[in-house]
């Protein structure tokens, strides 16, 4: 088996089930099983529809906080034995945790540290050997290619079609360094051979195929439509553009992830995805695509020109589950615990490399806008100007630019993750004719509903909004209420004793 060029520092090649052991989940199969396992799956037998209805059950059933993760076994309109999982990792800290190798019990803070250590330690992914990978069980090329049997679904009622990606990961290759990138787009069926694919700008597979154009080169593309949720949490994500993020989803699971040649391009992909589907972007092959209801609540763009994808082959594991993303209000969106998490971690890591000093905690709130639009940043002030200083790079560095609205920062004895905290600190630490600041023309999207003409919409703005005690006046700011710490020990210890189930609440900062 050959070496492949997947990003700088090439992977090795591997014999199948050579990669050391690791807790992360194999597959979607595997975690689809240590999920149920803890009670977080729910399997839906009856018959269901694709037109609206799965979209409307699972709206429903996530209206509560941690509801399980829905797996559709008969979809009216595809093959006995298709599947469709929505909602893989919806607001559960647990599944999430699950995804990358951690155990359940976790807080959202200690997932957030979990996430940072494993972003920090990539592992590029091998090459392994297509026949017998589970991926290749079944193959379909040119004209006996059909995607319509796999479960798309019309997630709204004013979807302009059946959308079959999204909870997914595009890969295309870097027309000039070669590695490749991984990233989470949606898709919309178009025919029997033929995907919608919305781009915003700035993404890095749209800059790919621009490059390509330019050239009057077709863009190669490989589309995985049934993806274990690690791949999910770092196609969704913003990494270093000379690096894959197949690197940063083998340092989430402690493996590498195993890679296959493709039969119809020169691209690579998963060996243990569901469906995986190779194609190509011709020069200028667009199509009308969309509207779709996007991560805000709101439907994205009206219809507009979409890069179309020519399907050449598609490959599939026996009985595929094809996984959904439903974008909506939380707790229904499915990025938005996966953004708290995720999105965070990237934040701080971000901050920590710029050399920011005194970060205790990041958190993207996962109720705005599908964990987009708010950055919560808790540190201890060092310095004249540490908190500002913190609150403007926290909006601009490459984890966290697109599309944030409203940056925060409070002090180190507020818990960024408790939204009541960070409410208190606004309304008792922020003078908003001195703590608010505000950033013009940055990086948006053309999904954020408050910006019209729609033309206007890929620039934006943020709110940089200071919650921190005044540093000038640190000594003589008003001191907080705070438990005592060796109180607080006393009554935990005694927590049970005194007639209270569970373990006590622990405060985020005590009196010493």
Same mark, same amino acid.
């Given at each position: ?130 026949? &017998? ?49 991984? &990233? ?94 190779? &194609? ?35 490959? /599939? ?18 990025? *938005?615990?996966? /953004? ?27 109720? *705005?806008? &599908? ?20 609150? *403007? ?11 944030? %609205? ?81 109180? /607080?020990?006393?009554? *935990? ?12 609440? %622990? ?6």
């Amino acid at each position: 088996m050959e070496e492949m060029s997947v990003s700088p520092g090439a992977p090795a090649s591997a014999e199948r089930g050579a990669s050391p052991p690791s807790s992360g989940p194999r597959d979607l199969r595997d975690w689809i099983g240590r999920v149920e396992a803890i009670g977080q799956l729910k399997r839906i037998t009856e018959e269901v529809g694709r037109d609206e209805e799965m979209g409307a059950i699972t709206y429903l059933a996530h209206q509560t906080i941690g509801a399980p993760a829905l797996l559709f076994e008969r979809v009216k309109g595809s093959p006995r034995g298709f599947r469709s999982l929505w909602n893989p990792l919806g607001s559960s800290v647990d599944r999430f945790a699950l995804a990358i190798g951690e155990p359940a019990g976790l807080s959202v803070v200690e997932l957030i540290r979990a996430c940072r250590t494993k972003f920090a330690n990539p592992i590029p992914p091998v090459v392994v050997e297509g026949e &017998g990978s589970p991926v290749n069980e079944n193959h379909l090329r040119d004209d006996k290619v059909d995607i319509r049997d796999f479960p798309a679904a019309r997630h709204w009622p004013r979807d302009g079609g059946e959308y079959i990606g999204t909870c997914d990961a595009i890969i295309t290759r870097d027309p000039d360094g070669g590695w490749l990138n991984v &990233g989470c787009y949606r898709q919309m069926v178009q025919g029997k051979r033929e995907v919608g694919l919305y781009l915003s700008p700035g993404k890095d597979a749209r800059l790919h195929i621009e490059r390509y154009w330019s050239r009057n080169e077709p863009c190669e593309v490989v589309c995985c439509w049934g993806i274990d949720p690690a791949l999910f949490i770092a196609a969704s994500q913003t990494f270093p553009k000379t690096v894959s993020e197949l690197d940063f989803v083998g340092g989430m699971l402690g493996r590498p992830v195993e890679l296959v040649k493709g039969e119809a391009t020169s691209l690579l992909y998963p060996a243990r995805a569901e469906i995986a589907v190779e &194609g190509v972007i011709p020069p200028n092959s667009q199509k009308l695509e969309g509207p779709f209801g996007e991560f805000t609540g709101y439907y994205g763009r009206p219809e507009d020109y979409a890069f179309l994808v020519q399907v050449r082959a598609v490959h /599939y594991r026996d009985n595929p589950i094809l996984t959904h993303a439903l974008m909506a209000d939380y707790p229904a969106n499915e990025c *938005a615990l996966l /953004y708290s998490v995720a999105r965070s971690a990237r934040v701080w890591s971000d901050l920590d490399r710029v050399g920011v000093p005194g970060i205790k905690g990041v958190y993207a709130h996962p109720a *705005a806008a &599908g964990g987009f639009a708010m950055t919560i940043v808790s540190l201890e002030q060092r310095y004249a100007g540490h908190a500002p200083q913190a609150l *403007a790079l926290a909006g601009q560095v490459p984890g966290g630019a697109y599309f944030s %609205k409203w940056i925060i920062a409070v002090d180190d004895d507020v818990d960024p993750s408790n939204i009541n905290q960070v409410l208190w600190a606004m309304s008792t630490r922020c003078n908003p004719a001195e703590d608010i600041d505000i950033l013009r023309q940055t990086w948006s999207t053309w999904l954020d509903p408050t910006q019209n003409p729609p033309e206007e919409r890929p620039y934006g703005s943020k709110a940089l909004i200071n919650a921190c005690m005044e540093h000038r006046y640190l000594k003589q700011f008003s001191r907080r209420t705070r438990l005592r710490r060796s109180v /607080y020990e006393s009554v *935990a210890a005694r927590w049970t004793e005194l007639g209270f189930d569970g373990a006590p609440p %622990k405060p985020w900062a005590l009196d010493d």
